[in-house]
């Protein structure tokens, strides 16, 4: 009798919409007194570690049970400890992965290192591109690209191999000429960020959003060049979008499958033995957060542009990109190759 009464009004909150409120005990509620993990495959302070708190903030409400969700930092191999997790992750959906998209093409062009084949994971969806720029400190006196191709002197930080900003520096290398100069093994956004204000470094390639306010608005950096044709508060439309200046079509097909990471953007994932009806579940609920108007505002405030794809669309696109004709992962390896 109890078990039938519980069932009555755990519908009638259903109809009613307000899953997110459902007490604990509501059996139609799987998450209902359980904690969600949501590891980050990178350090904290950078781009990817602010959209996954964002998202710690606002998506418990949208799960019917409402669970607690915890962030935990896992670097390591440039992200790909994180995503590794995954296979020894309980398969009830309670274990949620965000990490630096540049691994899904490093494992079509260094499988000997990234051993994962990413169509066989889970994703949820992303909440945004990954607005990825490349810039230099100002007294080092670089204003534009042009200049940049002209000096050899300047040293770019880098983090481990598999991280965008890595695959980002090999691309200027190998692909446009730029005689950047590189220092490796750098944690993550916020290493990098205090090297350059150390002088250790001149400058990156990294996700806008994370590069320090008052660093665009008083100039203490030059933005060089755009990673993607896509325009954010802040982020000035003369500077150049990198695939604009290939002239050749083979190099762009090579950028358009390098660059694939930043559409990917900000995404979340989970194990592919996760049970349809949950990840139907999850996905639902991150759809409902992401045009929530209480999360838009906080992403608003924070500077983090929201842009979401849906799970689905991400597992076409990763499809998509594991079937990249053989001569195009070739060049694509390449370039790409340091």
């Not at 005990?25 to 007194?33: K, Q, R, S, V």
């Not at 040293?155 to 520096?169: P, Q």
């Not at 950047?180 to 204000?197: D, M, P």
Request: charged share 25%.
């Amino acid at each position: 009798m109890e078990s039938g009464r519980r069932r009555i009004a755990a519908a009638v909150l259903a109809l009613a919409g307000v899953w997110p409120l459902a007490p604990a005990w509501a059996e139609e509620a799987p998450y209902a007194g359980k904690t969600l993990r949501l590891i980050v495959g990178l350090p904290a302070g950078g781009g990817a570690d602010a959209y996954a708190r964002l998202v710690q903030r606002h998506l418990a409400r949208r799960i019917p049970g409402a669970p607690a969700v915890v962030v935990q930092n896992m670097p390591g191999a440039g992200s790909l400890k994180s995503v590794l997790s995954l296979d020894s992750a309980p398969d009830d959906g309670t274990v949620m992965v965000t990490f630096s998209a540049g691994l899904v093409t490093e494992a079509l062009t260094a499988p000997d290192r990234v051993k994962v084949d990413f169509r066989n994971y889970a994703f949820i969806g992303s909440v945004a591109e990954d607005i990825r720029v490349c810039y230099v400190r100002s007294a080092r006196g670089v204003r534009n690209w042009q200049e940049l191709l002209a000096r050899n002197d300047i040293v770019f930080g880098a983090s481990a191999r598999g991280a965008s900003g890595t695959a980002d520096l090999a691309m200027l290398r190998n692909l446009f000429g730029a005689r950047i100069r590189q220092v490796q093994g750098y944690a993550g956004s916020a290493a990098k960020h205090l090297a350059i204000e150390r002088g250790e470094i001149d400058g990156e390639c990294g996700g806008f959003t994370a590069i320090p306010e008052d660093w665009v608005r008083d100039r203490k950096i030059n933005v060089l060049l755009r990673l993607l044709s896509t325009l954010v508060p802040g982020l000035d439309a003369s500077v150049p979008f990198a695939r604009d200046l290939l002239k050749d079509d083979r190099d762009r097909r090579v950028y358009d499958v390098l660059a694939a990471p930043g559409k990917l953007g900000r995404m979340f994932m989970v194990s592919a033995r996760v049970p349809a009806d949950r990840l139907a579940l999850l996905r639902a609920a991150f759809d409902a957060m992401v045009a929530d108007p209480a999360f838009l505002n906080e992403a608003q405030r924070l500077r983090l542009p929201i842009a979401p794809v849906a799970g689905a669309e991400i597992g076409r696109i990763v499809a998509e990109l594991a079937a990249t004709p053989p001569d195009l992962v070739a060049r694509a390896k390449a370039v790409s190759d340091d």
